[in-house]
Structure formats: structure tokens, C-alpha cells
């Protein structure tokens, strides 16, 4: 299942996407969805790693060394 979206450009990069669509013979939208699936996942990663790094430094999370977890999984040398 689909669902649609709609989201405002700013004039160039709208005038950019259509441009690469007319020359291309794909539709904006393949274009705008291509780019939304193929960064989505960066973002999210993006996104959670400031999370956890603002809870690590606001305490409300624990960090382990790299020798902690190497002791505790009986790796160190």
C-alpha cells in the first residue's frame, strides 16, 4: 500500500527536479521518492544518534569501554 505526501520546494530545486525529469523521462515524483528511500535511513540514523549521545551526556544513559566489554566477554588479552 501507497500513501501520498505533499511538501513545498523552493523554486530552483523544483525547477531542478523537473528539468532532470523532462530529460530523463521519469516522472518528479520517481525522483522525489528515490531521494526520500535512498537518505530516510541516514536521517534516522542521524537522528538517533543525537538522541543517545544527548541522554549519555545528560547521564540517562551508561556507556561501556572498549576494556569493560572486552572483560566481560572474556577477550582481553
Do not use: C, P, W
Request: aromatic share 6%; proline share 0%; charged share 30%.
Amino acid at each position: 500500500m501507497s500513501r501520498q505526501a505533499a511538501i513545498r520546494l523552493e523554486d530552483n530545486t523544483y525547477n531542478r527536479l523537473q528539468e532532470l525529469a523532462e530529460k530523463t523521462g521519469r516522472t518528479a515524483t520517481f525522483y522525489m521518492r528515490e531521494a526520500i528511500e535512498t537518505h530516510l535511513e541516514d536521517l534516522e540514523d542521524v537522528y538517533l544518534a543525537e538522541q543517545t549521545i544527548k541522554q549519555v551526556n545528560d547521564g540517562k544513559q551508561h556507556t561501556f569501554s572498549l576494556s569493560e566489554v572486552e572483560s566481560e566477554l572474556g577477550l582481553e588479552d
